[in-house]
């Protein structure tokens, strides 16, 4: 039966989560991003991530055996949400650790979760890094190369917008199967520790947005993966445990569009109600309230289909990933353009670093690029179409 | 717990619906668009509404002891969906009926029950209507203008037990074929409308009573809008819906029922549009390839597919915060009646790009859905009532609330 409440505990973490962001993140949120401009490695806030492990957040993904709630897509939106609207660079930080503890958990083999779940949930500043494909990319644009080795691998190559590369001690990588091992593009997906011989950080992308989420190069030199470190059905190709994990989360990408976009709408009308011109609060001027509206509109039908898929992905009877990329694609496409009608709200200070506009616009720009650019998953939702029943 | 699986019964409705949508109204579609061009008042297709009476589909909104369903607002929305991706003002018949007796059903007397609603039970024919705008007062009914110069002028004067009714309506959905109707009348001049104004019951055969011409629309044909009048229409003060002066009240307004309803009609039409393009962009091929092999067709058709999921995402939760009212906001309703419009001339503007030159012949479907796509700018309020009323609600809001 359709339902829109959130269970008690969910409302409960939701809360939790909303006034850690007000507290603890969006009083430095400011500074934290300036300081990136001269030094993109610098500006990560430890010792807030350690607060949030601390408060049990971190490891809310995992199984409960493991310390953890076993947290589903849909609470993993509305908590993400919270920590959108507080700073973007955070909680996409924090997202990333979600999302690949999640993956080993769930498709991971027994020795795997056993390695590497403890380290993780007893470690309050373990980040995980994202070298994969994502939800919404192709096999075909991997350079990363692995050729077999014995019963192992071996790596080459180079890796950009390696997700938390600086801050992340262990990765996550996708790799195409080179030589005769390897079918037309096969992927295989390995687990690679930080500290793995071959393996260096290389350059901090230097971005416009979302500069709390370190994300950098990632060079790979004759770097050996034994075989049991590569998720069993990992494969790239769609068909596999991690293709099919990476669809069902896909309405988490929605939640960064949606917590931006909420936050630059706060902010809209907060200062709409102070700002007087012609006499009276600019809120009160039509064409204020329209533009106010449309943002409103926006934001939440944004939520609501978030919300929807993310709940078809909990209960996989009616699964269709259809509506998982629909939701990524109506959220990331929702919020740049209501930080934009934002900036214009603002008049003149929308356009200033004194305000927060500009940097919730710059944040929410990331969205067209969750793995690969937006009219490429515009292309992918298209291509489903093809056969798929009406 | 937030869930979005249908009931069994409201699976059961939707596919009851969707394969008389499909196998009864989707044959005459096109030949009954082409009649209404030269006989608006004639192109209605009765036989298609007799067999959805033999359905029990025009019933449903009646009360169970009635042998109805008593629909509650979210499976009205789903089943309306359905109708409303083959013929969007066919569909909307459906709306108007299902919701007025309903009304009637859940406010109306015993007496009235029994005068109106049997015989509408029993009658595979009888449709209902409700007429409420006027040449002169369209918005400020909907965006209550509280001024006692604006709003309905429809008169209705008291005289012994009865109510003497003078005046017009027009736009009137489904006027041209209903037998009942609910007509709006100012039972108080000096006060605001809002404040002033009743619903009086009555059959079309009522001295005095007559229907005027059948609006001659753009789309939407098979909704017959039309014009009452009513000159010295005499009502007993038993046929008052509801109180005297209560004619817009909460209760009158079917508690905000309609928003999402209305909303439906443009996930729907949107959602025909997108199925014939899909077809035609699958089975039509172009320099050896279906048309969806090329990328510029394939992303048009995800970015139709996604502004329908939002659009519907959105109206499942207005209607079901209808139906668990301490959720209730009329703000949310108001998002997806907005919403739906925007999508649904999207969606039927990308459908007809999908057709090429032919869609905008009359030849495809493509332009139809576009033209009842547009019959959402309007319904209930104006697409920028919509938004008003979206805007100016953001100022007592709890920030910490949005």
């Known amino acids: 039966m359709v339902d829109f409440i959130l269970t008690e505990e969910q409302a409960a973490l939701k809360e939790l989560c909303r006034n850690f962001g007000e507290q603890q993140l969006q009083p430095i949120a400011d500074e934290l991003d300036k300081k990136a401009g001269e030094d993109p490695e610098g500006p990560f806030p430890w010792g807030v991530l350690k607060e949030f492990s601390s408060l049990g957040l971190k490891n809310l993904p995992l199984p409960e055996k493991w310390g953890g709630a076993d947290m589903g897509v849909l609470t993993h939106c509305v908590l993400l949400e919270e920590f959108m609207a507080a700073e973007a660079g955070f909680a996409a930080a924090v997202h990333q650790s979600w999302k690949l503890a999640g993956l080993i958990a769930e498709c991971g083999t027994e020795e795997q979760v056993s390695k590497y779940i403890p380290i993780f949930s007893q470690d309050d500043t373990f980040l995980m890094g994202d070298g994969t494909l994502g939800p919404i990319s192709s096999p075909e644009d991997l350079r990363l190369a692995a050729t077999r080795e014995g019963s192992g691998w071996v790596i080459d190559g180079n890796k950009r917008f390696v997700a938390c590369g600086p801050l992340a001690k262990l990765f996550i990588v996708d790799a195409k199967v080179t030589g005769a091992a390897g079918g037309m593009g096969e992927t295989i997906t390995c687990i690679v520790p930080k500290e793995t011989s071959g393996v260096r950080p290389g350059e901090v992308h230097d971005k416009m947005g979302t500069r709390l989420f370190l994300e950098s190069e990632l060079d790979f030199e004759k770097c050996r993966i034994p075989g049991e470190e590569v998720l069993s059905d990992g494969g790239g190709n769609g068909s596999g445990a991690k293709s099919r994990y990476f669809a069902k989360i896909a309405p988490t990408l929605g939640a960064f569009g949606v917590g931006i976009a909420r936050a630059a709408l706060e902010k809209s009308i907060e200062h709409t109600l102070e700002r007087v011109q012609g006499g009276k609060p600019i809120f009160e001027h039509d064409v204020v309230s329209f533009r106010l509206a449309e943002m409103k509109v926006d934001v939440d039908v944004a939520r609501d289909l978030v919300w929807r898929a993310a709940c078809h992905s909990d209960d996989q009877r009616d699964y269709d990933p259809r509506l998982g990329l629909t939701s990524v694609l109506f959220a990331s496409q929702m919020a740049p353009r209501v930080c934009d009608m934002a900036i214009q709200l603002f008049g003149g200070y929308g356009f200033m670093r004194d305000y927060p506009v500009q940097k919730y616009w710059r944040d929410a720009l990331m969205c067209l690029f969750h793995g690969e650019t937006h009219d490429t998953a515009r292309l992918k939702l298209g291509r489903l179409m093809e056969t798929e029943h009406i | ?402």
């Open chain 2, 1 to 402: 717990m937030v869930d979005m699986r249908l009931t069994d019964e409201q699976l059961e409705l939707q596919s009851l619906v969707r394969e008389y949508s499909r196998e009864v109204l989707k044959p005459i579609v096109a030949e009954c668009d082409r009649k209404s061009q030269s006989d608006p008042a004639g192109c209605f297709p009765l036989d298609a509404l007799k067999a959805a009476s033999k359905l029990g589909l025009r019933t449903l909104g009646l009360p169970k002891e009635l042998g109805g369903r008593d629909i509650d607002t979210l499976t009205h929305c789903i089943l309306l969906e359905e109708v409303m991706a083959v013929e969007p003002g066919f569909a909307a018949t459906f709306h108007q009926v299902w919701r007025l007796a309903q009304h009637i059903g859940r406010e109306g007397t015993e007496e009235q029950k029994k005068k109106f609603l049997i015989p509408f039970a029993e009658d595979d024919t009888c449709l209902i209507s409700i007429g409420q705008t006027e040449p002169e007062s369209g918005t400020d009914n909907t965006f209550p203008y509280r001024g006692v110069d604006g709003g309905i002028k429809l008169s209705a004067v008291k005289q012994g037990g009865e109510w003497v009714l003078n005046g017009t309506k027009h736009f009137v959905a489904c006027a041209s074929l209903a037998r009942i109707f609910i007509v709006l009348g100012r039972t108080d001049p000096h006060a605001p409308a809002p404040d002033g104004a009743t619903q009086f019951l009555m059959w079309g055969d009522t001295p005095g009573f007559r229907i005027g011409r059948t609006h001659d629309k753009l789309g939407g044909a098979l909704l017959m809008n039309a014009e009452l009048i009513l000159e010295n229409v005499r009502v007993p003060e038993s046929d008052i819906l509801m109180g005297v002066n209560e004619g817009f009240s909460d209760k009158a307004r079917h508690y905000g029922r309609g928003a999402p309803m209305v909303a439906t009609f443009g996930l729907g039409t949107a959602r025909g549009a997108y199925e014939v393009a899909l077809s035609y962009a699958r089975e039509t091929s172009r320099r050896g390839k279906p048309l969806i092999q090329n990328d510029a067709i394939a992303m048009r058709l995800a970015d139709m597919l996604m502004l329908i999921e939002a659009t519907r995402s959105a109206i499942w939760r207005a209607a079901w915060a209808v139906d668990n009212r301490e959720y209730y906001l009329q703000r949310d309703s108001a998002i997806a009646s907005y919403f739906s419009t925007v999508c649904a001339r999207s969606v039927c503007e990308n459908a007809m790009q999908i057709f090429g030159k032919d869609g905008y012949t009359r030849k495809f479907p493509a332009e139809k859905f576009l033209r009842d796509a547009l019959m959402t700018n309007h319904i209930n309020n104006t697409v920028d009532v919509r938004l008003l009323k979206i805007g100016r609600s953001l100022a007592g809001e709890l920030v910490s609330s949005l």
